[in-house]
């Protein structure tokens, strides 16, 4: 009896070996396999009237304002669009791994009457209320970091605030060497490595979501700080425009992916581990502004 039960055993155990063999290895969802399965209530319509257009001559570009943070500040630009201010004004500074920036340069064009410099708007306090997903992967330049409706963003716990970081395509308000001589009148978008150094420094308000080529592939200016020399051909802008100020029809029809949904949180954990069968090292980690924000075209019926 025991030899027959020592067979059946060593049968069952072949047979379990057998099976094993022949299945598929597991094979881990890569970012874009994730991204790729989104469903169609995982992603939001940016709100038209947080949504700036700005048209060159060699396309527009779509920048999401942030209604959560600088709301004076966002309120001025707002204002300056709706008066037609930047039409017709040009992009004068590119600097190389740095910064593009356009609008009032030197006093070119006068504000409108009753809109003038700003407090500084450079962090709020935090509001627990807000949907942060905080990232668990550590930052240089901030106790806690994550995404914050579709923008990076920092915070100190200790000292309750909470702002708008400078990746890649965040757009943010110039200004003078004082703290609060920023309006709204010139604007610049991060278009190189992250100058982290500049959070809290300078009033952050939007980022771009489509269109960054535009921006980042301008010819570098040869003066000091990325400005055109006089005499250079500076861009033109034809013009910018709220998405609430045209016809539905005329809008871009993009939309985010909702930084708050549990699908996102399998994106970052994807963009960790880097299933991609192309890396051999795998980082483990997700930098503040290496977490993406995906965005796509999606015409609605």
């Not at 340069?105 to 006068?110: L, M, Y």
Request: net charge neutral.
């Amino acid at each position: 009896m025991r030899a027959i039960a020592r067979r059946a055993r060593g049968a069952l155990i072949l047979m379990v070996l057998a099976g094993l063999a022949a299945a598929p290895p597991a094979v881990a969802a890569t970012y874009a396999d994730l991204l790729s399965a989104m469903p169609d209530a995982a992603w939001l319509r940016p709100d038209p009237n947080d949504t700036l257009y700005l048209d060159l001559a060699t396309g527009r570009v779509v920048i999401l304002l942030a209604a959560d943070f600088a709301p004076a500040h966002r309120d001025n630009v707002r204002r300056l669009v709706r008066a037609r201010y930047f039409d017709g004004l040009h992009i004068n500074r590119v600097q190389d791994d740095y910064v593009t920036q356009w609008g009032n340069n030197d006093g070119e064009r006068a504000l409108p009457a009753g809109i003038g410099v700003l407090k500084a708007e450079f962090d709020r306090p935090v509001d627990a209320k807000l949907p942060f997903r905080r990232l668990a992967d550590g930052d240089v330049y901030a106790a806690e970091v994550g995404l914050l409706r579709g923008f990076p963003v920092a915070r100190d716990p200790h000292a309750g605030r909470m702002w708008l970081a400078h990746c890649y395509g965040m757009v943010g308000v110039g200004r003078d060497e004082g703290a609060d001589t920023g309006s709204g009148e010139e604007l610049y978008v991060v278009i190189g490595h992250a100058p982290r150094h500049l959070d809290r420094n300078v009033t952050l308000i939007g980022r771009v979501l489509s269109g960054m080529e535009h921006l980042s592939a301008l010819p570098r200016g040869h003066a000091e700080m990325g400005f055109y020399e006089p005499g250079e051909a500076r861009p033109s802008i034809i013009a910018m425009r709220l998405a609430a100020d045209l016809p539905p029809a005329e809008r871009v029809p993009v939309e985010i992916l909702n930084t708050a949904a549990p699908e996102y949180e399998r994106l970052i954990e994807a963009r960790r581990r880097r299933e991609d069968p192309f890396f051999v090292s795998k980082a483990g980690r997700v930098d503040l502004c290496n977490a993406p924000l995906p965005v796509r075209l999606h015409p609605q019926p």
